[in-house]
């Protein structure tokens, strides 16, 4: 079987990500990766990383089938995911769970051929439209082992707070930081669908073989649909008059969600994609835009 390390640059993310705790699971990932492509008789190959782990590209050594082999240092991550896949397993436009080992933190997903990431150049187009309906046109039972809106905003308006003052210029001041997570806190509040918690562009694939678009990486959380939709909203957009557009469009294919409601998301979530755009060092241009949707009320 062949040995697989995580890149120094994965394990500094990952300490970023989850602290110093995670440093034993870093140190025990081969053994964990050797541990399981025993188990579901895999054969492991490319390391790919993200934010909240790694994912081990693995063929069957039965009959050569590729599988995603996702490993994260933090268990409730896994868990998680696992209950939002297992909640829209019949949906086209999402990744498929194959198989979970929660002790070990592990998901077995389906392999995404030759897929890339969507780009929004041109706006919303009919496959978002899909993807939509699947993600909130399912009226059941949400599951009962993920968080709130209200501590999904939390945590993220933590993480990103931690990363605006680790920049040498925050874009973004304390105050103005502080009254959009009050406002994206009150209206987290409000409904009771699952979100996948994680919609940006990065997380939704082109897959090669002609299925379409599948997302992947969910962070799921109980909440309000307009919250899914503000990385939509925003990306690629260039002024404000764009991002109205882009929210109109979105409201119209998630009724009866209202464009205003997308576009007070986006306002109160600009904080966090100002600094993302800085710490990326992408455009003062764009950096700005953000910076008066957080400022200007």
């Known amino acids: 079987m062949a040995h697989v390390e995580l890149p120094s640059t994965a394990r500094n993310r990952l300490l970023d990500r989850f602290g110093t705790g995670a440093r034993a699971w870093i140190d025990d990932f081969p ?65 498929d769970l194959v198989d979970t080992d929660t002790t070990r933190s592990a998901l077995l997903l389906e392999w995404l051929p030759d897929a890339s990431t969507l780009t929004l150049d041109t706006g919303v187009d009919v496959e ?77 694939l082109r897959v090669g073989d002609g299925r379409g678009i599948v997302a992947i990486d969910p ?23 764009q991002i109205r557009s882009r929210c109109r469009q979105l409201a119209g294919i998630a009724d009866p969600i209202d464009a205003d409601r997308i576009w007070s998301w986006c306002r109160s979530f600009a904080p966090l994609m100002a600094v993302s755009l800085a710490r990326r060092d992408i455009g003062t241009d764009a950096v700005a835009l953000m910076r008066n949707l957080a400022t200007v009320r």
Not at 223 to 238: C, I, K
Request: proline content about 6%; overall charge negative; some cysteine.
């Open 128 to 204: 978002v439209t899909g993807l939509i309906a699947d993600l909130f046109g399912r009226q059941r039972v949400p599951p009962s082992n993920v968080p709130s809106g209200r501590e999904r905003v939390d945590f993220v308006f933590e993480l990103w707070d931690r990363r605006r003052r680790a920049l040498a210029d925050p874009p973004i001041s304390t105050e103005v930081w502080h009254r959009c997570h009050t406002a994206a806190r009150d209206m987290a509040g409000d409904g009771d669908s699952l979100l996948h918690g994680d919609l940006h562009p990065g997380n939704i």
């Open 219 to 241: 962070r799921p959380c109980i909440g309000d649909p307009a919250m899914d939709l503000v990385d939509l909203a925003m990306t690629g957009t260039t002024s404000e008059t």
């Open 31 to 95: 053994a964990i990766v050797s541990e399981l492509c025993r188990k579901w008789t895999l054969e492991p190959h490319t390391v790919h990383t993200g934010g909240t782990g790694a994912i081990i590209e693995c063929a069957a050594r039965v009959d050569g089938t590729r599988y995603a082999l996702k490993l994260s240092p933090e268990r409730t991550v896994t868990e998680e995911e696992a209950a939002a896949l297992t909640y829209w397993a019949h949906a086209h436009t999402v990744v």
